[in-house]
T-cell receptor, first 113, second 113 residues
Framework: DTEVTQTPKHLVMGMTNKKSLKCEQH?????MYWYKQKAKKPPELMFV???????INESVPSRFSPECPNSSLLNLHLHALQPEDSALYLC????????????FGPGTRLTVL | GNSVTQMEGPVTLSEEAFLTINCTYT??????LFWYVQYPGEGLQLLLK?????DKGSNKGFEATYRKETTSFHLEKGSVQVSDSAVYFC????????????FGTGTQLKVEL
């Protein structure tokens, strides 16, 4: 099973709202990632968690706040977003054992009004 | 730095035609190489990978060979189907390199009847 699940599938929010994106994997992977993908572009890395600790933050604005409650779950908390933050947000996971093939979820389509 | 260059799209083919999508890379050392596919409205799916020179990755009729001498990882399929219409991303990663994937810009493939 190489499945990464993400909820919700679609999200519309206002600039003053607070919302969260959720990602889950049950493959025993120890590394999890958040990417942002704009239309017709490749994914851009935002955050990496390795063994439940934040290991990479690609200078992401503080209105995006990641959280890794346990090795299977990854959240992305959203607050005071801007319309330009509208995008497809992808979660991925990898074993974390050096082989590091990343497996992606289906994404959450976010629209900020 | 590391980079991946893919051929510009869209590539439009008739069903049963032969497919080649070119991918070349620039990297210091010997990265792992990947092809991901993204169907409309979905996340990325790992299509195939190769971790060392002369390795051939294959899946669902697609193949790519890791060519160190030409720093290339071209994607090929002998007979495409309409269902292969998608965006294809070439990517590289160094083992232990912060788990970061470097993506190409993506190549859109359209297969017509």
């Amino acid at each position: 099973d190489t499945e990464v699940t993400q909820t919700p599938k679609h999200l519309v929010m206002g600039m003053t709202n607070k919302k969260s994106l959720k990602c889950e994997q049950h493959m025993g992977h120890r590394a999890m990632y958040w990417y942002k993908q704009k239309a017709k572009k490749p994914p851009e890395l935002m955050f990496v968690y390795s063994y439940e600790k934040l290991s990479i933050n690609e200078s992401v604005p503080s209105r995006f706040s990641p959280e890794c409650p346990n090795s299977s779950l990854l959240n992305l908390h959203l607050h005071a977003l801007q319309p330009e933050d509208s995008a497809l947000y992808l979660c991925a996971s990898s074993p974390g054992d050096g082989t590091d093939t990343q497996y992606f979820g289906p994404g959450t389509r976010l629209t900020v009004l | 730095g590391n980079s991946v260059t893919q051929m510009e799209g869209p590539v439009t083919l008739s069903e049963e035609a032969f497919l080649t999508i070119n991918c070349t890379y620039t990297a210091t050392g010997y990265p792992s190489l990947f092809w991901y596919v993204q169907y409309p409205g979905e996340g990325l799916q790992l299509l195939l990978k190769a971790t060392k020179a002369d390795d051939k990755g294959s899946n669902k009729g697609f193949e790519a060979t890791y060519r160190k001498e030409t720093t290339s990882f071209h994607l090929e399929k002998g007979s495409v189907q309409v269902s292969d219409s998608a965006v294809y991303f070439c990517a590289l990663k160094f083992t232990g390199g912060g788990n970061k994937l470097t993506f190409g810009t993506g190549t859109q493939l359209k297969v017509e009847l």
